[in-house]
């Protein structure tokens, strides 16, 4: 895949329409959730949304329950948002099975390459915010995803139980 094929931008007001597109393929594809999108799968208003992870980014206004967190979409050449990234920067008790990062490629854009190219672009994020690895966890069963980790550098370190099926923990060297 090109590395300029895609880039991370963080939302804005000028995304409302496409974003709000983007969480609707979701759920016409019967997905309700948006890993990755700090809940914009949760909300209908756009606005408030924009408003949390602004606040959520910035060391001085994050959430006392929540943790720094930065949120991008993957947008393509044509401006079109294909996926959504987030980087935690550090892990609470609630995230230590969770992760530093999660994320969603939009149900028509998979199995193209785009899942890789977010992390491998989320990576360097998290480099430039001096974090030296990065904990992912994924659904057994979720075979892209844990190849797109895998081939990230992941290695596998834990399983554990999330909503009742098998998960596993793995670390990427960064």
Known sequence: MSETRIRLVRPEEKHREAALAFRQEFF????TVIDGSEMLDRTEDYDAWLGNI????????????????????A???A????????????LNGFLQDLGHCGYSVRPHARRRGYG?????????KAREAGMTYLQMSVMQDNTPSVKIIQGAGGVWQR?????????????ITL
């Open 116 to 124: 890789a190219e977010m992390l491998r672009l989320l990576k360097q």
């Open 28 to 31: 016409t594809h019967g997905e």
């Open 159 to 171: 399983r554990f139980v999330f909503a009742g099926q098998p998960a596993d923990i793995y670390t």
């Open 79 to 90: 401006g079109q948002i294909i996926g959504i990234i987030d980087l935690r920067h550090e």
């Open 75 to 77: 947008v393509d050449e």
């Open 54 to 73: 602004r606040r959520n980014a910035c060391a001085d206004t994050v959430s006392p329950d929540w943790v720094r967190t930065d949120t991008y979409f």
